[in-house]
């Protein structure tokens, strides 16, 4: 093996003192969670209603400060619910980053709208500001009717930046920018758990933000997700859209309006409960591997991302930048093949067969990170 491989090599197995396979990211359960899921068991209730929901998400709305937060089956659907509750309709358009995962741009297509992309900078990996405004200066007019988009003829209803990989975008800069050109925020945070940009936690600079406790996100309910926002209307709607549209009565089944099943489990939300709990101790942890990764990388050619400017990352994935694709593959091939689960950063969705057509700005930084960036092995160490 390469030389350099080798020492990264090394240096992660000393990290984790692990001499097996080094997952990329697994969930710890090291706090009530057993505890919790066998209290939620002996009470029957393990399906869509019951405590833990509502504890759940009494304490993600402490941990975050927002003022609400709803549960969702999914990061995805909670999503999706946040776009539909700003007002994103059928044939609008949705200014949105290539460097995701492809659940931000399913979720706008499920509105039946349709993602414009632009580009990233390359320090945050996210959304860039000076990107959003450029388009829009150049490329929109302000009507009676919105923000629309010279080329496409289209209405333009919203922005969703997204905190990759847990470092936060230039979320302010973002905020102020739709502001001046009417449009509505939603924040992707689904990575981002934990992350504060200005000492404000991500997800709180837009209306509604969407979370993921998905298997290999900071926390984890097994599948989960979480609209997060300070706005009592849109917590209202967004429980009631969520949970079929049923209005309260004692027996009747009345629903106003077309609603989704996208409930989380009582169980799911007992699991949440305790990880809830454990997760200073998690930051804590990916805060310290986060540091030992930066001080060995510096010593080297690779260039580890550390936080970005005015924010507190949460650390989720740590990411390393490689020369160009060519190392990036050879790094790929070598560790992995020696047990050690690195991953490329996702292929862009411009480059996907479903979102190819759509509309796209220049996005070489974008580009330019897609051939080289690596996400390392971060789980917590406890
Ligand atoms: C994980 C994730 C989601 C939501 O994913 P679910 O698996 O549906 O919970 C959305 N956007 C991004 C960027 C993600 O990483």
């Known amino acids: 093996m390469n030389q350099s491989y080798k020492s990264v090599t090394d240096f992660i197995r000393d990290l984790y003192q692990e001499d097996g396979v080094i997952p990329l990211h697994e969930p710890k359960f090291i706090g009530n969670e057993r505890l919790y899921l066998s209290t939620c068991l002996d009470s029957t209730y393990v399906s869509s209603i019951g405590k833990y929901v509502d504890k759940f998400e009494r304490m993600i709305a402490e941990f975050t400060g927002a003022k609400y937060a709803v549960c969702t089956v999914n990061g995805t659907a909670a999503l999706h619910t946040a776009l539909r509750l700003v007002g994103v309709e059928r044939d609008d358009e949705v200014i949105t980053q290539p460097l995701s995962f492809v659940a931000t741009c399913n979720a706008i297509t499920y509105c039946g709208a349709s993602p414009v992309f632009i580009d990233v900078d390359i320090d945050t990996l996210g959304m860039s500001p000076d990107s959003l405004l450029e388009f829009l200066s150049k490329r929109t007019v302000r009507t009676s009717n919105g923000c629309i988009n010279i080329n496409s003829g289209k209405r333009i209803s919203a922005v969703v930046p997204m905190h990759t990989f847990g470092h936060p975008c230039r979320i302010a800069e973002i905020a102020i920018i739709c502001e001046n050109f009417g449009l509505s925020l939603v924040e ?106 930066a001080e060995f990388f510096e010593d080297t050619d690779f260039v580890f991302i550390s936080e970005p400017k005015n924010s507190i990352s949460n650390y989720w994935l740590n990411a390393l930048i490689l020369e160009n694709r060519k190392q990036r593959d050879d790094f790929l091939n070598s560790l992995i093949t020696s047990g050690i689960m690195v991953r490329p950063i996702w292929r862009l969705m411009n480059k996907l067969p479903m979102f190819k057509e759509f509309e796209c700005c220049d996005l070489k930084n974008a580009s330019w990170l897609e051939d080289r960036v690596v996400n390392l092995p971060s789980s917590a160490i406890i």
Do not use: W
Request: proline share 3%.
């Open 188 to 293: 992707d945070a689904a990575e981002s758990l934990g992350s504060t940009y200005q000492l404000k936690h991500t997800g709180l600079y837009s209306k509604v933000a969407a979370l993921s406790f998905n298997g290999n996100k900071i926390i984890t309910t097994g599948g989960g997700g979480m609209v997060i926002t300070n706005d009592k209307d849109i917590a209202i709607r967004a429980k009631h859209i969520t949970t079929t549209a049923k209005l309260d009565h004692p027996y009747e089944f009345f629903h106003n309006e077309i609603g989704y099943n996208y409930r989380l489990p009582n169980i799911n939300a007992a699991l949440g409960c305790a990880q809830v709990e454990v997760l200073p101790r998690l930051l804590d942890s990916k805060r310290f591997i986060a540091k030992k990764y």
